[in-house]
């Protein structure tokens, strides 16, 4: 086992951490597919920087040389490709009859008349305004694009860095804002190496702390804690070496590795200590314990297992992996519990690991559950029709649940991250593009005068809706074009369209000739293809799907051409679907594995149900209290029904297991669940006192949907505690099952 350990210590400390939209996909996806076709095309559209600020007139002389100063000194950082500012931004005009791209602040103006002017032709830029300064010219932002082979972790945090070095120096003058998907996936890594940390530290402290609380033994703490940093130890190496990383599903294995594994450890204890008690020798005592709860701790860690390993079937590969790599991790704590603890026990010198009398605590669960199992026996209807009316008014709050997810949506609003994101929503437009790849299916089929007015149309309708805020397309490209040509014969500030193909033809060489950037970011080399990007808010799944039918059914109304809907928006929006439909199925798939068990474990149908309706209940008061709370389903709160399912098996079957020992040594199902309710029960409690204590620790975290999780899960395991402790034994009296019973085991 040492041996293991110091081979894991390397592999494990290489671990990474991203945050990648693409990631959600698996590469046969046709929303992928899509988005590829973007980036092949036109690039891509998540490798931009933004770094904003407000001032109360953005168009004066001394702010102006500082956004010029400051543009060149961005230029000088490494990685960086471009960097486009107002002081940078080209305008189009027609020297004599040739197109000229010449920049608009070619030298900082003094005089207000120039400054005016400068203002109104910034402004009126349909490819400035919104983008790099507001129409009131109150707010400014910089455009950095990395270069795409160096777009990577490492660099990101250099490009970072030197940013906020840069920046620093004119902290008193200006309050920059930073931002772009680039920014985020790294500030979103930093935010989540710390965090895993914390909860690894607070949890294992929390836990700690109980543990001597509990049984007052040295032995007793570090047994179950060598147990599960190892356990955590090895999956983080296995995660790795199978080429994964951590992202805010898989962050939150720690905490539950670390009390999946303290609880079973906590049950083969307690059997050990059990057995000495009643007089049997060491190693008497440590077979009974392999023996007894040997099997039911491997039928809990492979139901747990089944629970995660059912998410396997997501198509939503964070998931996938999350699913696989927490059930590779439970194994894991059986294997080493089941292993390292009879070692450990042999070599102890103590009888006993725990001291459990050496406190009130114990005596006092000892009373409250013979109570509980003493009501039990008497009052199982009244408990079962109370369980019944209240999980009936607990699940009238899933009516309130809603699927809803948002690029944004792990942080809290008050981050500054949020802050930030929200300044260049409310100050010049949102960051997150809806991409439409009109395909002609013919060169120069994107240049004709039919479809450039229907796109134009397509804008309008576009701009229609409350949540987007700025669209870009050839049309505007050409309409500019088309101004600059006409406005020496005729005065008119209406931008409109050519009414011939031959002069858009004519227009698209002259950009062509002087190599305009703005056209190879809307159509193809061939100009059979053209782009159309609007400019979405953060609206939420649910909300951009709505949008998205509305705009299907125009798309088909409007548009006989190939229409491809994609961008980053699109990859968070369709993600919903995909989670609801991998939720239920992993959830259908592990009821009907935990029932297959219960069946060969039982051959009794009645048992099925009895032992999934305390399985049931926590996930209908998870669902419930996410109804209450207005906690939406998403990418990371999604996987909590799993956790939670996880978590009641393992008390369920622990507490059956146990049932099933005390009917063969009894026979007498009464006698037999009270033995059961009181011994086992103990446990139970402990195990989710310690689970509630590391899973609290989420409600620190930065993150909301993680600081939920916490939430949710602490009131999954109390409910999962009652289910355990009274819904289940009721149920046995209610339904009398016919319960085969094999051969007495023989005492040790």
């Given at each position: 086992?040492?041996?293991?350990?110091?081979?894991?210590?390397?592999?494990?400390?290489?671990?990474?951490?991203?945050?990648?939209?693409?990631?959600?996909?698996?590469?046969?996806?046709?929303?992928?597919?899509?988005?590829?076709?973007?980036?092949?095309?036109?690039?891509?559209?998540?490798?931009?920087?933004?770094?904003?600020?407000?001032?109360?007139?953005?168009?004066?002389?001394?702010?102006?040389?500082?956004?010029?100063?400051?543009?060149?000194?961005?230029?000088?950082?490494?990685?960086?490709?471009?960097?486009?500012?107002?002081?940078?931004?080209?305008?189009?005009?027609?020297?004599?009859?040739?197109?000229?791209?010449?920049?608009?602040?070619?030298?900082?103006?003094?005089?207000?008349?120039?400054?005016?002017?400068?203002?109104?032709?910034?402004?009126?830029?349909?490819?400035?305004?919104?983008?790099?300064?507001?129409?009131?010219?109150?707010?400014?932002?910089?455009?950095?694009?990395?270069?795409?082979?160096?777009?990577?972790?490492?660099?990101?945090?250099?490009?970072?860095?030197?940013?906020?070095?840069?920046?620093?120096?004119?902290?008193?003058?200006?309050?920059?804002?930073?931002?772009?998907?680039?920014?985020?996936?790294?500030?979103?890594?930093?935010?989540?190496?710390?965090?895993?940390?914390?909860?690894?530290?607070?949890?294992?402290?929390?836990?700690?702390?109980?543990?001597?609380?509990?049984?007052?033994?040295?032995?007793?703490?570090?047994?179950?804690?060598?147990?599960?940093?190892?356990?955590?130890?090895?999956?983080?190496?296995?995660?790795?070496?199978?080429?994964?990383?951590?992202?805010?599903?898989?962050?939150?294995?720690?905490?539950?590795?670390?009390?999946?594994?303290?609880?079973?450890?906590?049950?083969?204890?307690?059997?050990?200590?059990?057995?000495?008690?009643?007089?049997?020798?060491?190693?008497?005592?440590?077979?009974?314990?392999?023996?007894?709860?040997?099997?039911?701790?491997?039928?809990?860690?492979v139901t747990t297992a089944i629970g995660f390993a059912s998410l396997l079937s997501s198509s939503v590969v964070p998931m996938a992996r999350f699913g696989a790599y927490t059930a590779a991790g439970v194994l894991l704590a059986y294997v080493i519990t089941i292993f390292f603890l009879p070692v450990a026990l042999s070599k102890s010198r103590k009888s006993r690991v725990f001291n459990e009398k050496s406190g009130s605590f114990y005596p006092a669960i000892q009373t409250i559950l013979s109570r509980i199992s003493a009501i039990n026996r008497v009052h199982y209807k009244?408990?079962?029709?109370?369980?019944?009316?209240?999980?009936?008014?607990?699940?009238?709050?899933?009516?309130?649940?809603?699927?809803?997810?948002?690029?944004?949506?792990?942080?809290?609003?008050?981050?500054?991250?949020?802050?930030?994101?929200?300044?260049?929503?409310?100050?010049?437009?949102?960051?997150?593009?809806?991409?439409?790849?009109?395909?002609?299916?013919?060169?120069?089929?994107?240049?004709?005068?039919?479809?450039?007015?229907?796109?134009?149309?397509?804008?309008?309708?576009?701009?229609?809706?409350?949540?987007?805020?700025?669209?870009?397309?050839?049309?505007?490209?050409?309409?500019?074009?088309?101004?600059?040509?006409?406005?020496?014969?005729?005065?008119?500030?209406?931008?409109?369209?050519?009414?011939?193909?031959?002069?858009?033809?004519?227009?698209?060489?002259?950009?062509?000739?002087?190599?305009?950037?703005?056209?190879?970011?809307?159509?193809?080399?061939?100009?059979?293809?053209?782009?159309?990007?609007?400019?979405?808010?953060?609206?939420?799944?649910?909300?951009?799907?709505?949008?998205?039918?509305?705009?299907?059914?125009?798309?088909?109304?409007?548009?006989?051409?190939?229409?491809?809907?994609?961008?980053?928006?699109?990859?968070?929006?369709?993600?919903?679907?995909?989670?609801?439909?991998?939720?239920?199925?992993?959830?259908?798939?592990?009821?009907?594995?935990?029932?297959?068990?219960?069946?060969?474990?039982?051959?009794?149908?009645?048992?099925?149900?009895?032992?999934?309706?305390?399985?049931?209940?926590?996930?209908?008061?998870?669902?419930?209290?996410?109804?209450?709370?207005?906690?939406?389903?998403?990418?990371?709160?999604?996987?909590?029904?799993?956790?939670?399912?996880?978590?009641?098996?393992?008390?369920?079957?622990?507490?059956?297991?146990?049932?099933?020992?005390?009917?063969?040594?009894?026979?007498?199902?009464?006698?037999?669940?009270?033995?059961?309710?009181?011994?086992?029960?103990?446990?139970?409690?402990?195990?989710?006192?310690?689970?509630?204590?590391?899973?609290?620790?989420?409600?620190?975290?930065?993150?909301?949907?993680?600081?939920?999780?916490?939430?949710?899960?602490?009131?999954?395991?109390?409910?999962?505690?009652?289910?355990?402790?009274?819904?289940?034994?009721?149920?046995?009296?209610?339904?009398?099952?016919?319960?085969?019973?094999?051969?007495?085991?023989?005492?040790?």
């Amino acid at each position: 086992m040492i041996l293991l350990i110091f081979l894991a210590i390397y592999p494990a400390s290489q671990i990474t951490t991203d945050f990648n939209l693409e990631g959600f996909y698996r590469e046969d996806d046709p929303v992928i597919e899509d988005y590829q076709l973007l980036e092949d095309e036109f690039g891509r559209d998540d490798n931009t920087i933004l770094i904003g600020f407000r001032a109360d007139d953005i168009i004066k002389p001394e702010i102006l040389r500082d956004i010029r100063d400051l543009t060149h000194r961005f230029e000088e950082i490494p990685y960086i490709e471009s960097v486009r500012s107002i002081t940078n931004a080209e305008q189009i005009r027609n020297v004599q009859d040739q197109l000229d791209f010449s920049p608009y602040i070619p030298e900082i103006p003094e005089s207000d008349d120039e400054l005016s002017s400068l203002k109104s032709s910034l402004t009126e830029d349909p490819f400035l305004s919104g983008l790099l300064i507001n129409q009131n010219a109150t707010a400014t932002s910089f455009l950095l694009t990395i270069r795409e082979a160096d777009n990577t972790y490492p660099n990101r945090n250099v490009i970072i860095n030197q940013i906020n070095e840069i920046t620093g120096e004119y902290s008193g003058d200006y309050t920059f804002r930073k931002s772009g998907i680039p920014f985020f996936r790294n500030q979103y890594v930093n935010l989540l190496n710390g965090e895993i940390f914390i909860y690894i530290g607070l949890s294992s402290v929390l836990i700690i702390l109980l543990l001597w609380y509990l049984y007052r033994s040295i032995w007793g703490v570090l047994f179950p804690m060598i147990i599960v940093w190892t356990t955590l130890l090895f999956t983080v190496a296995i995660i790795h070496l199978t080429g994964g990383y951590l992202e805010i599903m898989s962050s939150t294995i720690a905490p539950i590795l670390l009390c999946v594994g303290v609880a079973d450890a906590v049950h083969m204890i307690s059997k050990y200590d059990d057995a000495r008690e009643s007089g049997i020798k060491k190693r008497a005592s440590i077979i009974e314990m392999l023996k007894t709860l040997g099997s039911a701790t491997f039928l809990t860690s492979v139901t747990t297992a089944i629970g995660f390993a059912s998410l396997l079937s997501s198509s939503v590969v964070p998931m996938a992996r999350f699913g696989a790599y927490t059930a590779a991790g439970v194994l894991l704590a059986y294997v080493i519990t089941i292993f390292f603890l009879p070692v450990a026990l042999s070599k102890s010198r103590k009888s006993r690991v725990f001291n459990e009398k050496s406190g009130s605590f114990y005596p006092a669960i000892q009373t409250i559950l013979s109570r509980i199992s003493a009501i039990n026996r008497v009052h199982y209807k009244k408990i079962l029709l109370f369980g019944l009316v209240g999980t009936t008014i607990v699940a009238l709050g899933i009516k309130n649940v809603d699927v809803n997810g948002k690029v944004f949506d792990d942080l809290g609003d008050d981050t500054q991250l949020m802050q930030d994101s929200r300044f260049f929503s409310e100050q010049l437009a949102p960051q997150f593009p809806m991409e439409f790849i009109i395909n002609t299916g013919e060169p120069d089929g994107a240049g004709t005068i039919d479809l450039l007015q229907r796109v134009d149309q397509f804008e309008e309708f576009l701009l229609g809706f409350d949540e987007i805020h700025r669209v870009i397309g050839l049309n505007q490209l050409i309409k500019e074009v088309h101004y600059i040509f006409r406005e020496n014969n005729e005065v008119t500030d209406a931008r409109t369209l050519p009414d011939s193909d031959a002069t858009i033809a004519q227009y698209l060489l002259l950009l062509e000739i002087n190599d305009a950037p703005e056209l190879n970011r809307l159509t193809d080399f061939d100009y059979s293809k053209l782009r159309v990007t609007a400019f979405t808010e953060d609206a939420g799944s649910k909300r951009i799907n709505e949008i998205r039918d509305e705009i299907d059914g125009y798309i088909y109304d409007h548009f006989t051409e190939d229409v491809t809907v994609t961008g980053t928006t699109i990859l968070s929006a369709d993600l919903t679907d995909k989670i609801v439909y991998s939720l239920v199925w992993s959830i259908l798939i592990a009821l009907v594995a935990i029932s297959l068990i219960m069946t060969l474990l039982f051959r009794n149908v009645k048992m099925v149900l009895i032992s999934l309706v305390p399985n049931v209940i926590p996930l209908l008061v998870i669902a419930s209290v996410m109804g209450f709370l207005n906690v939406d389903i998403k990418p990371s709160t999604a996987v909590i029904f799993t956790i939670a399912l996880g978590i009641a098996v393992d008390d369920s079957i622990h507490y059956l297991a146990r049932f099933r020992i005390e009917m063969q040594r009894r026979g007498v199902m009464n006698a037999a669940l009270s033995a059961t309710t009181i011994k086992t029960g103990r446990a139970i409690v402990v195990t989710s006192f310690i689970l509630i204590a590391g899973f609290g620790t989420l409600i620190t975290s930065a993150f909301a949907s993680t600081a939920m999780m916490g939430i949710l899960v602490c009131s999954t395991i109390f409910a999962a505690l009652i289910a355990d402790l009274f819904i289940l034994p009721s149920l046995f009296y209610w339904l009398r099952p016919d319960i085969k019973i094999g051969k007495k085991p023989e005492l040790l």
